[in-house]
């Protein structure tokens, strides 16, 4: 069955360094989404992407979709402690309402 | 709010017990889910209504039944559950077009569920 995997697990920066997730699937997705999560709270919807190749920026989050539809990244400039939490991704496969997702990186910024 | 409510934001219940988890979303969506998150499973997709007919239900076990008496509302019933099972429930909901296309789920608080 599909699968979406997704790195790293945890990742702990330093105030202002950057930070990246990595996407994964085994099929060809029809489109992709972006969650955040905070600690104690839900997922929260950031973004989608459609196209392939496509990049879009909301501030200083960067999401990119592979050229073959196959891996996304979302990556963040200068972190801020604001950033903290876990970062889903839910790939679409070309089946009505199929969405699956990542099993997240849990981001700690220090400050 | 996030315009999907669900209640209680936490429970307690012994195994031999019947619950209801109860999700009502504002947004005007056509499809509704129910969640699992645990440490082991980050998002576990439970069940699918889309258009109040289920169109998924992800191998679950038979004592979590859902219930989704029209587009808005969206009823988990739960009996006899393990500890196993304690987790956080997230219901969510989503616009999908008829060609399958969706604009992003819109998650509940979730109800954070011990089964003692």
């Known amino acids: 069955g599909q699968q979406v995997m997704q790195i790293p697990q945890y990742q702990h920066v330093q105030e202002g360094e950057d930070f990246t997730t990595y996407c994964n699937s085994s099929?060809?997705?029809?489109?992709i989404q972006w969650y955040k999560q905070r600690p104690g709270g839900h997922p929260v919807f950031l973004i989608q992407l459609v196209k392939s190749g496509e990049v879009k920026k909301q501030k200083r989050l960067t999401f990119q979709f592979g050229e073959a539809k196959k891996n996304s990244s979302l990556h963040i400039t200068a972190t801020q402690t604001t950033d903290v939490g876990t970062y889903f991704c839910?790939?679409?496969?070309?089946?009505?309402?199929?969405?699956?997702f990542g099993s997240g990186t849990k981001l700690n910024v220090k400050p | 709010e996030t315009g999907v409510t669900q209640t209680p934001r936490h429970l307690v219940m012994g195994m031999t017990n019947k619950k209801s988890l109860k999700c009502e979303q504002h947004?005007?969506?056509?499809?509704m889910y129910w969640y699992k998150q645990s440490a082991k499973k980050p998002l576990e997709l439970m069940f699918v209504y889309n258009f109040k007919e289920q169109t998924e239900n992800n191998s679950v076990p038979s004592r979590f039944s859902p219930e989704c008496p029209n587009s808005s509302h969206l009823f988990l019933h739960l009996h006899t559950l393990q500890p196993e099972d304690s987790a956080l429930y997230l219901c969510a909901s989503s616009q999908e077009g008829r060609t399958g296309t969706n604009y992003g789920y819109t998650f509940g608080s979730g109800t954070r569920l011990t089964v003692v």
């Open positions: 099929t060809t997705l029809s489109n």
């Open positions: 839910a790939g679409g496969g070309y089946n009505f309402n199929k969405f699956y």
């Open positions: 947004l005007g969506h056509n499809a």
